[in-house]
């Protein structure tokens, strides 16, 4: 099992930044791909970002490209969401998850609680 935890949501105006931090444990963090998610009021989960277990491949979403940045330190077993030029459209419950690299839910296997992140205009 792994158990994840998000931080680091907030409320910022727009084209601020935050960072999002997501914290594991449980097994081997460094196995791991990790990604992170989104989902806004009335909308579907819909994929933001993910990065390989080495750190050495990400792939993000186009509506993010840019803008986003998405790193790990497996020696502290935490993932990163720098969220930079934010939006009001960003405004959503941010979720990490642990798995396999891809962009589907169905290649993560772990699943945080979500950190709710509203950026006002």
Do not use: H
């Not at 930044?17 to 989902?39: D, E, P």
């Not at 690299?101 to 992140?117: I, K, L, M, N, P």
């Amino acid at each position: 099992q792994v158990q994840l935890v998000e931080s680091g949501g907030g409320l910022v105006q727009a084209g601020g930044s935050l960072r999002l931090s997501c914290a594991a444990s449980g097994r081997t963090f460094g196995s791991f791909a990790m990604g992170w998610f989104r989902q806004a009021p009335g909308k579907e989960r819909e994929f933001v970002a993910t990065i390989s277990w080495s750190g050495g491949r990400t792939y993000y979403a186009d509506s993010v490209k840019g803008r986003f940045t998405i790193s790990r330190d497996n020696a502290k077993n935490t993932v990163y969401l720098q969220m930079n030029s934010l939006k009001p459209e960003d405004t959503a419950v941010y979720y990490c998850a642990a798995g396999g690299f891809g962009d589907s839910e169905r290649s993560y296997a772990y699943w945080g609680q979500g950190t709710q992140v509203t950026v006002s205009s």
